[in-house]
């Protein structure tokens, strides 16, 4: 049984951090938000969608699917009462020369072989797309941990 731990320090009104490994990252946590770190709602969102990419990274090569690069939208719409996420949707972009049916069977296994993906889903409406498309991946600026 895989396991995993992650520790997270409240640093003071205006947000935390959360550290796995060597990696270090900034949390919203504070009541008016941050817009330069990612609250709860948007880390979950964020999961969901790494997930899915280390997903096609893992089965990609076991389908001998080749790809250029990966785009993955993930949107999380958030009801009051009681506050949960009541459904999260998704888009992937492959830029890839592969076959429709390539494409939908890269799909069905991101569907499949997800741990965030089945946690999620086993309690949330989650539902998306694949698409073909050509990729224009922006830069990171202002990364730093």
């Excluded at 076959?99 to 946690?119: E, P, S």
């Amino acid at each position: 049984m895989l396991t995993y731990d992650v520790t997270l320090d409240r640093i003071d009104a205006n947000g935390s951090t959360v550290r796995c490994k060597t990696a270090c990252i900034a949390v919203d946590s504070a009541l008016a938000g941050r817009a330069d770190a990612f609250n709860p709602a948007e880390l979950l969102l964020a999961a969901v969608g790494a997930c899915m990419l280390k997903n096609i990274e893992r089965v990609a090569p076991m389908l001998h699917f080749r790809f250029r690069g990966v785009h993955i939208s993930v949107h999380g719409e958030r009801q009051d009462a009681p506050p949960r996420m009541q459904r999260i949707s998704y888009r992937i972009v492959v830029d890839s020369d592969e076959a429709d049916h390539r494409l939908a069977l890269l799909h069905r296994n991101v569907q499949q072989f997800g741990t965030v993906f089945n946690t999620v889903a086993g309690g949330t409406p989650l539902d998306g797309s694949i698409e073909r498309g050509s990729l224009s991946v922006p830069p990171v600026s202002g990364a730093s941990s």
